[in-house]
């Protein structure tokens, strides 16, 4: 199984007085690249390479995976136009996406204790979502609403009933077909003209129109994550998820964690 990453993004919320942000892939804690958290991660889960997709200071990006010596286990795809929606890197890596197999879909901006990637990865689901009951309400979070065991909702903003819901990590686990359907709807996105639109829509309009029990979802409430969107999120990180994480950001895999 192989691992897409979106990475192509400004992170103009990160930025301050003007100054020009780096790219959130690069951001240092503990005095490691977050692209090397994922690199650790993936292959301590047995992941077999990682694609990422690269825009915004890519020339930068490239350099850390040299420094990590990680050429042999990183592609980069372009996306040229990445100062527009992130639907537009997830048509980049279109052909990634219809590689025949399961693979992962994720978020670069995630710092994450890695046993949120072995529930995915393990997980008897083959479209398997990861969902945190423990987040802050707001506009900002996908959320993703369950009733009756399923999940009915995919969406920062929500208009139905639910019987719970929770925040999604942003890491996605898909089959060949469901990925499929996944790019053939964001082809119509861009068709449409729709290129300032999240990826999570086109997601969105397969998870709801597929059979029931196509998508299903793992709960990782009470393990450590934190998407990093603003500067608060970046000192966050710092203070409060990267202690979590404790040995399990080192070199070495340590236990996993028993359910929450």
Request: charged share 30%; aromatic share 8%; glycine share 10%.
């Amino acid at each position: 199984m192989k691992a897409v990453m979106l990475a192509a993004g400004v992170g103009s919320r990160l930025g301050s007085d003007g100054a020009e942000p780096q790219p959130k892939v690069l951001l240092r804690f503990g005095g490691k690249s977050l692209l090397e958290y994922h690199l650790n991660n993936l292959q301590r889960h047995g992941i077999d390479e990682l694609v990422l997709a690269v825009g915004y200071r890519r020339l930068d990006i490239e350099r850390e995976i040299a420094a990590l010596g990680a050429q042999d286990y990183v592609r980069t795809v372009i996306n040229e136009d990445f100062r527009e929606g992130n639907i537009v890197t997830l048509w980049a890596v279109r052909d990634e996406l219809r590689c025949g197999g399961p693979v992962l879909l994720m978020d670069a901006d995630i710092l994450y204790d890695q046993e949120l990637l072995g529930r995915l990865v393990t997980s008897r689901h083959e479209n398997c979502l990861l969902l945190d009951r423990g987040f802050e309400p707001g506009d900002e979070p996908v959320k993703i609403c369950v009733r009756d065991g399923e999940i009915v909702e995919f969406r920062k903003w929500l208009s139905i009933d639910y019987d719970y819901c929770g925040e999604s990590v942003g890491m996605f686990k898909l089959s060949s077909h469901a990925a499929q359907l996944i790019i053939a709807q964001t082809e119509l996105y861009l068709d449409q003209g729709r290129r300032h639109d999240a990826y999570e829509e086109a997601i969105r309009d397969v998870l709801l129109t597929a059979p029931r029990g196509s998508f299903a979802f793992e709960d990782i409430t009470g393990l450590a994550w934190i998407e990093i969107d603003f500067a608060a999120d970046v000192q966050r990180a710092e203070d409060e998820i990267l202690p979590r994480l404790g040995h399990r950001t080192g070199e070495a895999s340590g236990e996993a964690s028993g359910e929450p």
